[in-house]
Each structure stands twice: as C-alpha cells, then as structure tokens.
C-alpha cells in the first residue's frame, strides 16, 4: 500500500459526460501529481498541485481541470468526455515541489468511456 | 525535454532465471525511479536511485548519472514478476515535479 488513495477504482460513464476523480495523498506529503496512462500514449503527466496551488501543466486538455483543497486532498474533473478519453488515471503524491524525494502512486481509476 | 529509452521492449523468461532491464535517459536527472505495473494495473515502487546502487530481496538497481544509464535487475525470477517495468525521471534543473517514463519493458515469466 502507497499511502495514496484515489477514488473511485472504475468508472464507466458515457460520451458528453462529466466525472470527478478524487485522490488523497500520502500523510505528509504537499505535492499531488495526476497521470494519464493509455495505450497509444504511455504514462503521461497531467498537472501537479503543491499546498493547494498550480505548480506545472503538462498535456492536460482544456476539459480537464483539477485542484487541491485545504485538506491536501485532489480532484481532478473531466468534461465532455470523449471516447479517447478512456485511460487510467494516477494521483501521485510527493514530500517536495521539485520531486527530488520519491514519488508514490495510488492504484489508479480506470475510466471507461462508451 | 529529457528523453527516457527503455530496453529491451519485452521479455520473455522461464522461472528462476535472471535478467536485466536497461533505462537510458538523455539529460541529468535529480530523480530517478523504477516501478513495477502489476496485471492489476498498480504501480508499485521498486527503486528510488538518483545514483548509487540498490538492493531489495531478489531486486537490485544500479544508476550511473555520468553515463546517463540506470540497470534493473532481477534474479531467480518468479511467475509472479511479470509485468511492465517502469523506469521515470526528473530532469535535474527544473524547479517543480514531473516524473517522465520510459515506454516500459513487459516481462513474463513463465513456470
């Protein structure tokens, strides 16, 4: 067990819906990190979150946005989906901004979309 | 940005042998980590090694930062090692966190 937890594990939703994907990190750490793994696309950065702000966007489409609460905890929204948008997505969490400790990941939520 | 090259693409092992897994990247790194993407899909941390030499039961890594070049290796493997190995870094200079992956090396072991 990494110590992060997302929520839900699967999700099965259709076209032109939205859903919410929620992560906790580990105890301690400030630094939420989201990936999206597809087949075609590898391991793909998303945005990172440091004590509740915006830190570094990757290749995240503007129907996706996240953000991270007082609490630490994450959640990352995505809208209007489409079928390409089915992936698997990781949170991760880090002591530091600058991932110079190590990272750990969640279990993933695998979306569906059809 | 840095480019991370995983090889061999696949590998296929009967139990109890030994193998080694290589991640070349292609810029200094402050971070450099090796994960193990089970059947289930978790990524699971094996090595946090920026540099130095690592061992874990029958896992070890190597990471040579000069040479830009990091080794997994596995001995007396088992059925239950197969997967998608991961190598990700983060580049050495940048001021916030973004771990980039390799393509992985899928290895199954067979009994």
């Known amino acids: 067990d990494s110590g992060v937890t997302q929520t839900p594990k699967h999700l099965i939703t259709a076209t032109g819906q939205r859903v919410t994907l929620r992560c906790s990190p580990r105890?301690?750490?400030?630094?939420v990190y989201w990936y999206q793994q597809s087949l075609d696309q590898g391991l793909q950065f998303l945005i990172q979150?440091?004590?509740?702000?915006?830190?570094a966007k990757g290749n995240i489409l503007e129907r996706f946005s996240a953000q991270q609460f007082p609490d630490l905890h994450s959640e990352l929204n995505l809208s209007s989906l489409e079928l390409g948008d089915s992936a698997l997505y990781f949170c991760?969490?880090?002591?530091?901004?600058?991932?110079?400790?190590?990272?750990?990941f969640g279990q993933g939520t695998r979306l569906t979309v059809v | 940005g840095i480019q991370v090259e995983q090889s061999p693409p696949d590998l296929i092992l009967q139990e109890g042998a030994n193998s080694t897994l290589r991640c070349n990247f292609s810029d200094s790194v402050n971070n450099l980590q090796w994960f193990h993407q089970n059947p289930w899909g978790q990524l699971i941390n094996l090595f946090y090694?920026?540099?130095g030499t690592k061992q874990n039961g029958r896992l070890s890594a190597t990471t040579v930062a000069t040479e830009r070049y990091s080794l997994l290796y596995i001995s007396s493997s088992q059925t239950t090692d197969s997967g998608v190995y991961f190598c990700?870094?983060?580049?050495?200079?940048?001021?916030?966190?973004?771990?980039?992956f390799g393509q992985g090396t899928i290895l199954t072991v067979h009994p």
């Open positions: 105890s301690g750490d400030l630094s």
């Open positions: 090694i920026p540099s």
């Open positions: 991760a969490s880090s002591v530091t901004y600058s991932l110079n400790t190590e990272a750990f």
């Open positions: 990700a870094v983060h580049a050495g200079g940048t001021s916030y966190g973004k771990l980039t």
């Open positions: 979150y440091y004590n509740g702000e915006e830190r």
